[in-house]
């Protein structure tokens, strides 16, 4: 039998799946210690600074095993962050190069948005989030030479944000000049 705490860490792990939550709000609270009541207490405030923006990977990837497989050691290896600057709304890439060295500054780039509100552009949405278990976006995006965002989506087979989702990580990017958004549904 699974025990509170269990359901605690996992929540904390991913505060936006919606089997966990079921359960969690369907607990019997009637016969709770103290402790557990402060323990419920302290996943729920967890779990609403986080859930309107949390975006859990897919369950293929939360494996514990996964980052260790074949599959993920070749795309670790292809994975890239790019260094940038943002000043008055548009983007500066520095050194935007992949793992080949190829110059990828005009071409789509994965991004990430981290719950700290950090932004990582690159390739790879899984090694860009460096084991965040969740994230407030994902998708692909270009900067054009004049800095501004001229195309983003929702594209991101790790995380797989859904249109409601990824409207609510353009809220974290409103700073930013964006020109096209693409609603790319991929969960259809």
């Known amino acids: 039998m699974i025990t509170h705490q269990e359901i605690y860490d996992y929540l904390k792990l991913y505060p936006a799946c919606g089997l966990s939550l079921g359960v969690f709000r369907n607990m ?12 419920w207490n302290e ?6 600074k986080h859930k309107r923006y949390a975006i859990c990977p897919n369950p293929f990837a939360r494996h514990p095993l996964y980052s260790i ?4 050691t070749v795309a670790y290896e292809q994975s890239c962050g790019i260094n940038y600057e943002i000043e008055n709304g548009r983007i500066s890439l520095i050194n935007a190069r992949d793992y080949r060295g190829h110059d990828i500054s005009e071409g789509l780039l994965d991004y990430v948005i981290t719950p700290d509100h950090d932004l990582r552009l690159g ?12 994230v407030y976006g ?6 054009s030479r004049e800095g501004v965002i001229s195309y983003i989506d929702n594209h991101s087979g790790h995380f797989q944000p859904s249109t409601e989702a990824f409207t609510r990580s353009l809220e974290l990017l409103s700073h930013l000049q964006i020109q096209h958004i693409n609603y790319m549904n991929i969960d259809t």
């Open 138 to 143: 994902a998708g692909r995006l270009m900067v």
């Open 123 to 134: 390739q790879k949405h899984y090694w860009l989030s460096e084991g965040h278990t969740f």
């Open 28 to 39: 019997d609270k009637t016969a709770f210690t103290e402790k557990e009541h402060a323990d």
């Open 43 to 48: 996943c729920n405030k967890f779990i609403q």
């Open 69 to 72: 497989g074949i599959r993920a």
